[in-house]
């Protein structure tokens, strides 16, 4: 099953300890490429995430932002009476030692190491919602790549049946393409019966009737849009061996055009490069 490399996925969460956010977007990209922006409380994260994208995706661009508001404006402030008291007897002491040193005030005595107990959001408890909400969107996303590369696989599939359709197309025509080739054939052979040798004569019908031969051409075509075909419903990552596919089904395009004798072939061959390349355009989206 095809999947596009384009898709976005929003996940939001309600804490205890605040509100979490967290959105992924992915682009098409030859290789994975995954970009982090993450509040810096929660950095250690990001290996994590990492690894859950390596596990799931194989190739795009895929930029994550986690964003984190703790719940109220401040963290809870308490004093601790203990460690205060026992820094103020210390402070009796050097006054009664040294009577003119300048004692602190009561915001100095606040910054003083473990007075003031800062109570904030319980971090580990964050980190472990954060990571449930990245596993869900990481799962939104695949779902959504899913959808789209299924929509792809459509488009891709209608215009294999229309590069089938020249295909045919130029099956129909052979008949007249045959005829027009017997007919240069014969006008080349009268305009060079003079010039040649037998030997060179013949050989020279030999090559004519060689360029205008395209039924290898046109059953590689069939083949090829067959192996497409079969490679939209094969698991995993399917884009590389598309794009080759694609290369191939072009170059015998290009082929066909250069062996045409009649005009109507030369348009088949036209239609069919167009058909190739809107593939091809699409197939840069695909896993």
């Known amino acids: 099953m095809a999947h596009s490399m384009t898709a976005f996925s929003r996940q939001d969460s309600d804490t205890a300890a605040g509100s979490l956010q967290i959105e992924l977007r992915s682009v098409n990209q030859r290789y994975l490429e995954p970009h982090f922006r993450l509040p810096e409380a929660l950095r250690d994260l990001e290996p994590m995430f990492r690894e859950a994208l390596r596990n799931r995706l194989a190739r795009g661009k895929v930029e994550c932002t986690l964003r984190f508001e703790p719940t109220g404006n401040e963290a809870a402030l308490s004093v601790d009476r203990r460690r205060l008291a026992a820094l103020a007897t210390a402070l009796g002491e050097v006054r009664e030692s040294v009577p003119e040193a300048t004692m602190p005030d009561a915001l100095s005595l606040l910054d003083h190491p473990g007075v003031l107990d800062r109570r904030g959001p319980d971090m580990a408890a964050v980190k472990q919602e954060a990571l449930a909400l990245f596993q869900a969107a990481l799962d939104d996303l695949v779902a959504g790549r899913a959808r789209e590369g299924e929509k792809l696989a459509a488009l891709i599939r209608e215009r294999l049946i229309a590069v089938n359709a020249q295909v045919a197309e130029v099956h129909r025509l052979m008949p007249h393409i045959l005829e027009r080739q017997r007919v240069q054939l014969l006008e080349r052979m009268e305009a060079i019966r003079a010039e040649l040798e037998p030997q060179r004569l013949e050989a020279e019908l030999v090559l004519l009737a060689q360029k205008a031969d395209v039924d290898e051409e046109l059953d590689r ?39 045409s004798v009649v005009a109507a072939t030369t348009r088949c061959a036209v239609e069919l490069k167009v058909l190739i390349e809107q593939m091809r355009e699409q197939i840069q989206n695909i896993e």
């Open 221 to 259: 075509l069939t083949t090829h849009v067959a192996e497409v075909a079969r490679q939209l419903g094969q698991p995993g990552p399917v884009g590389r061996r598309l794009d080759f596919l694609m290369q191939e089904l072009n170059r015998e395009a290009n082929t066909l055009s250069s062996k």
